[in-house]
């Protein structure tokens, strides 16, 4: 009977401090350097953020603009891309992956 209660107890325990504590290891799956555009051409830089695997965040600038280019790596596979982001009516809509920058849409 105690071995059952060690057990239960040790279950709880356990589903407990996987709920309220997940591993870092869950969170962070993308390394991604994202960068700013004041105008349509994507040649005036705002302003940027690198957000590493490991968590660390650097930035610098104005995180605004009309462009937004996320440069990603997956941590995990090795997998990149460019996905550009143009701001339209109150929100970041997809306009295409790549290195050159899509035309204007808004």
Known sequence: MRNRLLLALALVAAFAFSTFFP??????????????FSDCAGSNINGWRWRECNGTITQSGT??????????YDCSTGDQG???YEWCGGS?????????????GC
């Open 23 to 36: 591993p870092d290891a869950q969170a962070i799956w993308l390394d991604t350097y994202t960068v700013y």
């Open 63 to 72: 995180l605004s603009g009309h462009w937004k280019l996320n440069d990603w």
């Open 92 to 104: 970041w809509v997809y306009r295409g992956s790549g290195y050159q920058t899509p035309n204007c």
């Open 82 to 84: 460019y996905d550009w």
